[in-house]
């Protein structure tokens, strides 16, 4: 459903060119949740912005359900969350989840209607009136996913949306966003820095590594849908953890 | 609010402690020769062994005339009560109709002045707007409104009145349109930094909701830059205000608090020019203040303060 | 008439022509980046030549520029003593005392709270006093050579430069003088090592906008009282004289210097705050 | 009635008490005119004015009116209420001013804007350069329009109006004798002040001229009139002025002075006065004095007052 | 060697008193590596403060080396090392670590051959002439350890020093951060929110509770000193662990 095939990608810098993605080959199927992981700068994010259109791939091909990412834009595929919440400050949060469905030219009752449904979903029910600075950064985090989803994007981009979060907030929003992907069958691309966190969640983990940026590994997970919590402490669950990190070592700049 | 009153009372008190001590030698010459006039004692004596000796010496060898210093006529550094009874009279005890208020020529040109800053930021906004949306426009237009404030505006004030003029336009808009030159500079400069305020990734993800270029202007560029918007407005109604003056200096129409400014030097009046002055700065600080209060309020709305 | 339409014919193409520039495929070279403002510049003066040629404008009106060229070119002893007069001993001795002034009061502002409140609203009003009232009062007290155009620029420069100071030394995050602290670093230490660098910025900010200030104020004054020399004496007197030639000569001049000076001051910026991201 | 708008050389004041006295009289509305007066200030040359074309005639110096003339603005004298001049250089005796000779080594105030010529031309006549205090040099500065060199001793002379500065000068102290008055007309430098000038290609209109043959007319009845009422003429002049900053007693002063010079005149230009503007101007043309080069023609007409006179 | 009785911090805002630390007892001898965790808002880095002079508690008592923490800074006892790096831009990489030796009065050649030293002890060898902005957030996070260390405090304060770095990154930061606390025999204070960080490092493990700040459990690791990166597999490590993340859940808003 999301295809790439030789995948480039270089940008133009005033110190010359930097080649981000390099031959980029991959696949992924309608319902997957796929985690990207690996060393600072090997590209992840970069493959996340060629996906939404918001890079121009320099080499290669790649198509979205069958269309250019630009098409698949303008037909409102995604819904991308960044990693800081980049909630807008002048907006409340209910306005901030508003903000794209106004764009996207929704009816003022679908608006509220919509808004009312995705907080229930991230648990901020009632803090719709609140304005962003007056939130922990967790609810922020959770109100950003909350304004992705809004518009029931088929394809959800998520660039280290937790990365800010403690551990135990961290846990409990993973939680929260494996049940919501089991009930809505979204197709997730995921940047993450944490290899439980890549584990725990995805159905595939694709591993890169940077200079330039490329796919040394694609891991399938063979983990069950239904993941409690401490399925972190399983054998499975460590061994593929294990092939994870040997995989980032491989292309990691220490060793 | 207590904890700005006393600093700021303590320093104008210090202030004017040195106002009045400074008045004594800047008046000191004229106070000797009155008073030599009456026959009293000064010394040293004599108007011309007086007039290249330091006023400092002056001021020391005759502290009998210090308090003279404080009540002339027409004193080169008028006392701060002068000031302060002058702008009371012709506030508080004069019509504010009439052309001996203050308060009539304050309105004079604060009208001009209204009217200008409502152009010139209005302009100002429109330009910013281009030059974010236009490279051709950034690049071309941003040199030279830099150096466009670089031109004396008190050199050509005179021509342009002279040339509105010539085509029928006198009184308030002339002196509006050098108010405006003056005001949508820092307008312009700031509402560029605001426009662009929001960051690549504010920017991506209404790019990710394929928003428009009108869209994305009006749901994040704009409401981003209120806060930059504010702080050049208050920066540009005091240069309009300022412009306004300007305007008035050359344009003989006679009404507004640049030329009473300007009178008063014609004919010496040294009392009258300080009230003038302080008249303006009050105003200044007036505007300023209302745009602050407008600000806070916004700001409140939109979450940001 | 059909030289006003050539006028706005020019315009129209050079338009055309720095939006194929600027959204080009140089628009990011050094070339293009002087080319484009250039061409605007000069169609700007040729449009004015065209108009003030086509309509038939009187010279007391407005002079076409290639007369004001022709003016410049034989007046340049004059120009350049009114530019000495008013630029160098007026405006940068003014601008120089104004500059340290705000520096030293910005520290005394720094290490006191209570001055700081006390001082930053009234010297906030006292800015706001229009430069057309004081300056005739500092020439009556300073006497009518550069002194007082220096006194007039002092004072227009002083507080855009206190706030721009102040506000830098305030630029360091809570952190990096915590960190500072833990090194047990003395009050001049922290300035010398940390807050001052810090504030090169904004330090620049109010460079740049008193530079401006600077030039004008002192031209301004000298409509108050003057030597014989000096670009708002040479001004004034020749609007009088009905030489608006000479006029737009000095203005070229004033132009001219203020857009160096603030060009210069941005070179010296880049060179200083060599480490702010908005230079890099 | 027939509009027609008057643009002075300097603010609301008895120095152009005449205009404000037909105005307010009705002279003007009896002659069938609606006259608009417009008040100048430091920065505003008339004859740009009328150039531009915002008014149909200007008060002004004769040596300016002819500056401009050779400038290519073509003005042209059409009545002259001012028989002479008020325009006088006031110096401290204390400083060691007795007559021209003692000026080298001095610092001097003079009026720029235009009112320089006569200042350079003396000058020259005495030989004195005027770049620097020395044996043989005088400093000029430019004064601003007030009195205050002199009085705040930067300057040991400065220039003055009959009618005004010098009434500062005395009212700030100084008295009569510790100065000496040097008049541009008793020393031979006088030029015309205050005459009426219009463009020339306005005088082949006859309706133009017609108009201006009424206006004059009133206009000098306003004079002769405030001559005769001093004190009436100065409360209708604090009318007019809208600053709201002059006061009626230094009108009433200048009012009297000004009655002075303009006691001598009906309105019709002396060509002997004018004759004698022109060769000052011409004794010293200068890069500082350009006032005029060659022999103006046609600069003055008394058709108007003919005319008006009659 | 560090002791703290029934400490307070009650901070006065806008909104009311906040109670920050509540009755904090806690003994940290010389050569201590103790690891702070607990939710966001718990007082970690209160406490870090007032360690460090740099918060004034508002009741109880703490004393540093047998002075009071004032004194012990005046004395030039702590390296302290904030979140970000927060490195002075206009600086070189080795002008930033001379920085504090400057200000304590080092000579000049004494400061060269210290910044030589820490560069080396860090793996930035070379990199002295650099900017910060021209090293990777890793690279800038070691330079700032470094400069913490240029000095050579006994006692080294760390708040969250790893937080925004890459898991392999911080895996081998962490091994180096032992070596050196080993070879150095430093106290060291160390802030984190990742459970297995504070297992791997510490010999001790204070875990936090917020509403108001407090201790609610010190645990001794029985972990030996020497650490090889794998122990984190280890049923003693997972045991510890386990202990406390069952510590932390106890004092957090979820659950
Ligand atoms: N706009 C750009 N211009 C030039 N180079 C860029 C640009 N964006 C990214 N790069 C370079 O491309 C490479 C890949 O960057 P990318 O942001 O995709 O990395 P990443 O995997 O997301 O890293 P991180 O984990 O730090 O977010 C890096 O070397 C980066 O410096
Ligand atoms: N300067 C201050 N003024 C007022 N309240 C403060 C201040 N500093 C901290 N607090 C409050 O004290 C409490 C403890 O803050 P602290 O920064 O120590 O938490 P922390 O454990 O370090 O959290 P985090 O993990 O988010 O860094 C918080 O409720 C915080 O809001
Ligand atoms: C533009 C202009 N300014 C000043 C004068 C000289 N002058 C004539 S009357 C007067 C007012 C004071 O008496 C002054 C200053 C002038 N002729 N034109
Ligand atoms: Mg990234
Ligand atoms: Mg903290």
Redesign the interface.
């Known amino acids: 459903m999301i295809e790439a095939k030789h995948l480039d990608l270089t940008f133009q810098t005033n110190d010359g060119p930097v080649q981000a993605l390099r031959d980029v080959n991959l696949q992924i199927s309608k319902g997957d949740f796929v985690s990207f992981i690996g060393p600072s700068g090997c590209g992840k994010t970069t493959f996340l912005r060629c996906i939404a259109a918001l890079e121009e791939p320099t080499g290669g091909s790649l198509s979205v359900n069958g269309m250019s990412p630009e098409e698949a834009r303008k037909a409102r595929a995604y819904g991308y969350v960044f990693q800081a919440a980049g909630l807008y400050p002048w907006r409340t949060i209910a306005g901030n989840i508003k903000l794209p469905l106004e764009i996207m030219g929704f009816s003022k009752a679908e608006q509220a209607e919509k808004v009312e449904k995705v907080l229930e979903l991230v648990d901020l029910a009632g803090f719709g009136k609140k304005f962003p600075w007056q939130l922990s950064g967790g609810m922020q985090q959770r109100a950003s996913i909350a304004r992705a989803l809004a518009f029931d994007a088929d394809i959800l981009l998520m660039d280290e949306p937790f990365g800010a979060l403690d551990e135990i907030v961290r846990d409990h929003l993973n939680e929260e966003l494996l049940k919501l992907w089991a009930r809505t069958e979204k197709t997730i691309g995921f940047v993450t820095h944490s290899i439980p966190e890549a584990v725990y969640l995805s159905t595939k983990i694709v591993v890169m590594s940077p200079r330039p940026g490329r796919i040394t590994d694609v891991i399938e997970s063979p983990l069950p849908k239904e993941r409690p919590l401490d399925i972190r402490d399983s054998p499975e669950f460590l061994e593929i953890a294990h092939r994870v990190r040997e995989g980032l070592r491989a292309g990691h700049a220490y060793d | 609010m207590k904890q700005v009153l006393i600093p700021v009372i303590t320093v104008v008190a210090t202030i004017m402690a040195f106002w009045y001590a400074a008045c004594v030698p800047m008046n000191i010459k004229f106070a000797l020769m009155t008073a030599e006039r009456q026959g009293e004692i000064v010394s040293p004596e004599g108007m011309m062994a007086r007039r290249d000796m330091s006023a400092l010496v002056l001021s020391v060898k005759n502290p009998a005339q210090w308090s003279d210093t404080w009540v002339q006529a027409k004193p080169r550094l008028p006392a701060p009560h002068q000031v302060v009874t002058e702008l009371w009279k012709s506030t508080m005890e004069v019509k504010p109709t009439s052309k001996r208020s203050l308060v009539f020529h304050g309105w004079v040109t604060l009208s001009a002045t209204l009217l200008g800053f409502v152009i010139g930021a209005g302009m100002g906004i429109v330009l910013a707007v281009g030059i974010v949306h236009s490279r051709a426009m950034d690049m071309s237009v941003m040199p030279w409104a830099i150096a466009s404030q670089t031109i004396p505006i008190l050199a050509i004030a005179p021509m342009i009145i002279v040339v509105l003029n010539s085509v029928g336009l006198q009184g308030l808009i002339p002196k509006a349109v050098i108010s405006a030159y003056l005001s949508f500079f820092p307008v312009v400069v700031g509402m560029v930094k605001g426009l662009r305020s929001p960051s690549p990734m504010d920017l991506d993800l209404v790019k990710t909701w394929s928003a428009t270029k009108a869209q994305s202007f009006w749901k994040l560029r704009l409401p981003a830059s209120a806060p930059y918007l504010f702080a050049s407005l208050k920066i540009g109604v005091a240069s309009s205000l300022v412009g306004t003056i300007v305007g008035e200096l050359p344009s003989g129409t006679g009404q507004g608090l640049g030329f009473r400014l300007l009178s008063g030097s014609y004919y010496g009046q040294t009392v009258q020019i300080w009230s003038a002055l302080f008249a303006t700065a009050i105003l200044a600080a007036c505007l300023v203040a209302t745009i602050g209060a407008v600000e806070r309020g916004v700001l409140k709305r939109m979450g940001l303060a | 008439m059909p030289l006003v339409i050539a006028a706005f014919l020019l315009w129209a193409g050079a ?1 055309f022509l ?2 194929q ?3 080009g495929r140089g ?1 990011d070279t050094r070339a ?2 002087l080319a ?2 250039v ?3 000069l169609t ?1 003066v040729a449009m004015w030549e065209l108009i003030v040629r086509g309509l038939a404008l ?5 002079p076409a520029p290639s007369m004001i060229g022709a003016r410049f070119a034989t007046s340049i002893p004059t120009l350049w003593t009114d530019f000495v007069q008013t630029f160098v001993k007026g405006a940068l001795s003014g601008f120089a005392i104004g500059g340290l002034a705000a520096f030293f009061v910005a520290i005394l502002v720094d290490r006191s709270d ?6 930053l ?2 010297g ?3 800015a ?7 300056a ?2 500092l ?3 300073y ?2 050579d550069w002194q007082s155009k220096a006194a007039v620029v002092t004072i227009m420069v002083f507080f855009p430069m206190l706030v721009n100071i102040t506000a830098g030394l305030q630029e360091t ?1 809570q ?2 003088r ?8 003395s009050y001049w ?1 922290g300035l010398w ?2 807050r001052l ?2 504030a ?1 910025p904004f330090v620049f900010n109010g460079l740049k906008i008193s530079s ?1 200030l600077a ?2 104020g002192a ?2 004054a ?7 020399a000096g ?3 040479r ?3 020749s ?6 030639d000479m ?1 737009w000569a ?2 070229v001049v ?2 001219l ?3 160096l ?2 060009g210069g001051i941005a070179l010296v910026e880049r060179w200083v ?5 908005s230079q ?1 | 009635a027939d509009e027609v708008t008057l643009q002075l050389k300097w603010v609301t004041q008895a120095q152009f008490a005449g205009y404000y006295v037909a105005e307010a009289k009705g002279f003007y509305d009896a002659a069938d005119l609606d006259v608009t007066i417009k008040a100048g200030g430091p920065d505003i040359a008339p004859e740009q004015v009328i150039a531009a074309g915002g008014a149909d005639v200007i008060t002004t110096w004769m040596a300016a009116g002819l500056a401009a003339r050779e400038r290519g603005v073509s003005l042209v004298n059409i009545a002259q209420p001012f028989k002479t001049g008020g325009l006088q250089v006031n110096c401290l005796k204390a400083a060691g001013i007795e007559s021209p000779e003692d000026f080298p080594g001095h610092t001097m105030g003079v009026w720029f804007y235009g009112n320089e010529y006569p200042f350079y031309a003396w000058m020259a006549a005495l030989g004195i350069e005027t770049d620097g205090a020395d044996e043989n040099g005088v400093t000029v500065i430019k004064q601003a329009f007030s009195a205050d060199p002199i009085i705040q001793g930067q300057a040991d002379c400065i220039s003055t109006m009959t009618y005004n500065e010098y009434k500062q000068i005395l009212d700030a102290g100084i008295t009569e004798d510790e100065l000496v008055t040097f008049n541009y007309l008793e020393e031979g430098f006088g030029m015309l002040e205050d005459g009426l000038y219009v463009l020339e290609e306005d005088l082949a209109d006859e309706a133009f001229k017609d108009k201006m043959v009424r206006f004059v007319a009133a206009s000098m009845e306003g004079w002769k009139y405030a001559e005769a009422n001093p004190e009436e003429a100065a409360e209708i002049v604090l009318e007019f002025d809208e600053t709201g900053a002059q006061t009626l007693e230094h009108q009433i002063y200048m009012m009297g002075e000004v009655a002075k010079l303009t006691a001598g005149s009906n309105g019709a230009l002396d060509p002997a006065d004018y004759e004698q503007t022109v060769a000052t101007l011409l004794s010293a043309v200068s890069p500082d004095n350009p006032a005029i080069t060659k022999e103006p023609e046609g600069a003055w007409t008394h058709e108007i007052t003919d005319a008006a006179l009659d």
Chains 1, 5 share one sequence.
Not at chain 3, 58 to 62: A, D, F, N, T, Y
Not at chain 3, 114 to 119: A, C, P, S
Not at chain 3, 239 to 244: C, K, N, S, T
């Open positions: 338009w720095n939006v520039l600027a959204n628009a293009v980046r484009v403002p061409i605007f510049g700007l009187p010279m007391v009106i407005l209570f001055l700081r409140r006390g001082i609203p009234v906030s009003f006292v706001a006093l229009p430069i057309v009232g004081t005739p009062i020439v009556m007290w006497g009518f995050t952190m990096q915590d960190q500072i602290k833990t090194w047990a670093a230490q090592k940390l660098p810090a090169m401006t030039l004008i031209i301004v000298e409509f108050f009282g003057s030597p014989i670009m708002g004496f001004i004034s007197t609007v009088g004289q009905l030489a608006l006029v000095e203005i004033a132009a210097a203020g857009s000076f603030y705050t060599y480490w702010h991201p890099r």
